[in-house]
């Protein structure tokens, strides 16, 4: 597969390969140029509430190596990316997306914004610290009974308990890293999205603040043909297509 590959190539290449071949090298600015490629994903609110940990250092990766259970795609990876949800920082990213439509719009009375640049202010003023802010939970129980009551007379938005808005975080880093491991596909390199890990001390391994979470470790490098277990496997199409 050659680097101007197109995406279906790339889709078709991916794998998640268990073993690497150690004596292959791959360039830690290529990897790197995959991870600013991964940010480019679509994320909820354009909050992009991730952060991505390039490990080359020896040491780390055999912490790592630990941490994730010992198993092969990892003791073999050449450098891991570990995909961290930080939701901690909703605050600081939604005043980051208003300076930037500030800086686009140009600074104004709020009566001398368009009706379109309204809401986009507003949406990181208003909305986004509505949607994020809580207290022990209790808030987002509160909105979640705000919208179960109006969702009896029109359609209206409810996940906003705090366990929704992780999984909102979680699915955003999880189309960042898809992204990541189809931009690595396209440059020849494998990855291993990896499942069975200990995220507690990968969380003091990287010294990640309690607030944050793990949400994939995805060990790279070359694949050795032993790597990828046969063919690639899926459920037949027609049992899980549904056309309305």
Same mark, same amino acid.
């Given at each position: ?26 360039? &830690? ?14 994320? &909820? &609110? ?8 390039? *490990? ?38 939604? !005043? ?24 986009? *202010?507003? #949406? ?18 509160? !909105? ?12 209206? #938005? %409810? ?44 969380? !003091?391994?990287?010294?990640?603040? &309690? ?11 070359? %694949? ?7 063919? %690639? ?6 049992? *899980?297509? !549904?056309?309305?």
């Amino acid at each position: 597969m050659k680097n101007n590959t197109s995406l279906i190539d790339a889709i078709n290449y991916r794998r998640s390969v268990r073993v690497f071949d150690a004596t292959k090298e791959i360039d &830690s600015e290529i990897v790197k140029k995959c991870i600013q490629q991964a940010t480019l994903a679509p994320n &909820s &609110s354009n909050m992009q509430l991730w952060e991505f940990h390039h *490990i080359t250092s020896k040491d780390v990766l055999d912490k790592l190596a630990v941490a994730c259970l010992g198993q092969s795609a990892a003791t073999t990876a050449t450098e891991m990316v570990v995909v961290v949800v930080r939701k901690d920082l909703w605050k600081e990213r939604a !005043k980051e997306n208003l300076t930037y439509l500030e800086k686009l719009f140009g600074k104004k009375s709020n009566e001398e914004y368009s009706g379109r640049e309204k809401f986009a *202010i507003n #949406y990181y003023r208003r909305i986004m610290p509505f949607v994020y802010r809580d207290f022990f939970g209790l808030f987002g129980c509160f !909105k979640y009974l705000i919208s179960w009551l109006t969702g009896l007379f029109k359609p209206t #938005y %409810r996940q906003l308990r705090k366990s929704d808005m992780r999984i909102v975080a979680h699915k955003s880093a999880g189309l960042a890293a898809q992204t990541f491991m189809l931009s690595m596909a396209a440059e020849n390199y494998d990855t291993c999205p990896m499942e069975g890990t200990d995220t507690l001390r990968i969380k !003091k391994i990287l010294n990640l603040p &309690s607030k944050s979470e793990v949400n994939m470790v995805i060990s790279c490098g070359i %694949r050795k043909p032993e790597g990828v277990y046969g063919e %690639r496997f899926r459920i037949p199409f027609e049992s *899980i297509y !549904k056309r309305w």
